[in-house]
C-alpha cells in the first residue's frame, strides 16, 4: 500500500490519528531526530509556489493532513487521507500519552509568557508531566542562540515548535541535528490554545469542517491567508497525483 499521498508536491503521510501518534511514539525509541510538520490547505499553497518550503516539508520524517481542506484534496485525488491529524489535535494526545513523565517536554514559540502558561496549564491536568523548558518565540540572533543553548542544556525528548509557518519548519529544518530532541514538531498557534489565550473552535464547526470560518469570524485578518483555501481546491482540481 502506498503510504504517502503527493498533494501538490508534498508527500502527506496516509495515517491516521491513532497511527500518527504509534509513529510518534516509534520515533521517541529512536536516536535520531524526527521533524513533525501539520501543514492545512494555506501552508500546503505556499508549499506550492515555493520550492524551497517545499523542499524543506519533504524532508519531514512524518507529515500529517491539518485540516479538513487537505481531506478534501486527498479525496479529489482519488486516494483518500481517512481523517485529519491536526497538530493540536496530535500533540494534545502526545502530552496525555507522555503524562506519566516517561519523555520530557521543551515548549518553544508564543508571545512571552505564554508557553509558561501553557505549561502551568497542562501541569495542573497532568501533575506528572516533565516540561522541562519554555522559551518564547520572539527572537534576534543573539537571543536564538541563548534559546538553542537552553534547549540543549535542558534535553527534552520532545519540543514543540510554534512560531507559525513557514518559520517554524524551517527552524527545525536548520537546527534538528544540533538539539537532541527526538521529536521535534511545528505546531502553530497550539501553545496560545493550551494556555487558553486563544480558543480552539466549537466541536460542532470542527465536526462538519468548519474551523476555518470559526477562525475567521475572530480573526478576520486572516482573510488575506483564507483566500489560499479555494485557490488550494482549485489547484488540486486541476493536477495530477502521484504516490509512494
Ligand atoms: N509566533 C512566534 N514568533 C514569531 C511569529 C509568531 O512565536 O516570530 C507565534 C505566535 O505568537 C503564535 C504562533 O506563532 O503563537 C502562530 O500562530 P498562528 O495561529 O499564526 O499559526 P498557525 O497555527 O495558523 O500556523
Known sequence: MNTKIDVLGVWVDKVTMDGALERLMEFLEE?????????????????????????????????????????????ILKDSLS???????????????????????????????????A????????????????????????????????????????LFVCLGAPKQEEWIFSHKKELGAKVLMGIGGSLDVFAGVTERAPESFQKMGLEWLYRLAKQPSRIGRMMDLPKFGLTVLFKGKRVK
Open 31 to 75: 536516536d535520531a531526530p524526527h521533524a513533525v510538520y501539520t501543514p492545512n490547505s494555506e501552508i500546503l499553497m505556499r508549499a506550492y509556489r515555493d520550492e524551497k518550503f517545499r523542499d524543506v516539508l519533504n524532508t519531514a520524517e512524518l507529515i500529517t493532513p491539518d485540516g479538513i481542506g487537505v481531506v478534501y484534496a486527498s479525496k
Open 83 to 117: 481523517e485529519r491529524v491536526g497538530g493540536f489535535d496530535l500533540a494534545s494526545r502526545l502530552i496525555e500519552k507522555v503524562s506519566d513523565g516517561s519523555y520530557s517536554l521543551y515548549f518553544f514559540g508564543g508571545k512571552p509568557g505564554v508557553a509558561d502558561l
Open 119 to 158: 505549561k502551568e496549564k497542562l501541569c495542573e491536568t497532568y501533575p506528572d508531566l516533565r516540561v522541562v523548558g519554555t522559551s518564547d518565540g520572539y527572537f534576534d540572533a543573539e537571543k536564538e542562540k541563548r534559546i538553542i543553548a537552553d534547549i540543549k542544556e535542558k534535553n527534552p525528548d520532545i
